[in-house]
C-alpha cells in the first residue's frame, strides 16, 4: 500500500538513552516533515527537508535531528532522551509545489521516556 | 502564520449535522483555509480546503464568508465514526519546505448514539 509507515509504533526507553524513528513514505513526495504531538494534543512541527533544503522549528532542542538516507526516508534521532521528550511523535509528507491538496501522515510513534 | 481559533469540544448525535467554525481574523490573502480530521492512534488525515464561498466533497462541505475571517465546515448527517478531532489550518497552498503546517488545539467532536 502506499502510505508513509513509522517505526516502531511503540517505543519505551530509560532518560538519558539515545533512540531513532525511522520513516519511510513510498509516495514519491519530495518533501517530509516531522510532528510531535504532546499530551494537550497539540502538534507542532518540528522539521521540514527535502533534498533542498532543512527548516528546523527554531524551539526544537538539538538534541534531536533528522537524518535522511534518501528521499523516501527522514529519520529522527533524539540524544539523551528527557521526561519531556514524552509524546507522539508523526512523520508526514508532501509533494513539493504541488497544490496542497493535503500532506499525508503515518500512524504515529508514541515515545514514552522513564 | 494566521492563527486561527476553534471550539474546544462538540457534541452531536447520530443523524444530525455538525457544524464547526474556526475564527482566523488575520488570514493574508494568499491564504487557504484546510481542515485536517484526526482519529485515536492515527495521523491527521486532510478532509477539505478552500479559499472562498463553498466547496464540497464526499466527506463535508466548506463554508467561507467573503470576508474570509471564518470557515465552517459542515459534516451531513454524522456517524459514531466521525468521533474524532478536527483541525483547521490556515496557509499558502503550495507544498514546499518552508511551508509547514501548524496545527492548533483542534476541535474534539464526540457524536452520541
Known amino acids: 500500500d502506499t502510505a508513509v509507515s513509522q517505526t516502531p509504533k511503540y517505543l519505551v526507553t530509560q532518560m538519558g538513552n539515545d533512540k531513532s524513528i525511522k520513516c519511510e513514505q513510498n509516495l514519491g513526495h519530495d518533501t517530509m516533515y516531522w510532528y510531535k504531538q504532546d499530551s494537550k494534543k497539540f502538534l507542532k512541527i518540528m522539521f521540514s527537508y527535502n533534498n533542498k533544503e532543512l527548516i528546523i522549528n527554531e524551539t526544537v532542542p538539538n538534541r534531536f535531528s533528522p537524518k535522511s538516507p534518501d528521499k523516501a526516508h527522514l529519520n529522527l534521532h533524539i540524544n539523551s532522551l528527557e521526561l519531556g521528550d514524552s509524546a507522539v511523535y508523526f512523520c508526514?509528507?508532501?509533494?513539493?509545489?504541488?497544490?496542497?491538496?493535503?500532506?499525508?501522515f503515518g500512524s504515529g510513534t508514541r515515545l514514552t521516556v522513564v | 502564520l494566521a492563527k486561527t481559533t476553534q471550539p474546544i469540544s462538540m457534541d452531536s448525535y447520530e443523524g444530525q449535522e455538525v457544524n464547526i467554525t474556526c475564527s482566523h481574523n488575520?488570514?493574508?490573502?494568499?491564504?487557504?483555509i484546510t481542515w485536517y480530521q484526526q482519529f485515536p492512534s492515527q495521523g491527521p488525515r486532510f478532509i477539505i480546503q478552500?479559499?472562498?464561498t463553498k466547496v464540497t466533497n464526499e466527506v463535508a462541505s466548506l463554508f467561507i464568508p467573503a470576508d474570509r475571517k471564518s470557515s465552517t465546515l459542515s459534516l451531513p448527517r454524522v456517524s459514531l465514526s466521525d468521533t474524532a478531532v478536527y483541525y483547521c489550518l490556515v496557509g499558502k497552498r503550495l507544498n514546499n519546505a518552508g511551508n509547514m503546517l501548524t496545527f492548533g488545539g483542534g476541535t474534539r467532536l464526540m457524536v452520541k448514539p
Open positions: 508526514a509528507s508532501s509533494q513539493e509545489g504541488a497544490s496542497g491538496y493535503g500532506y499525508t
Open positions: 478552500g479559499y472562498k
Open positions: 488575520n488570514i493574508a490573502t494568499n491564504d487557504y
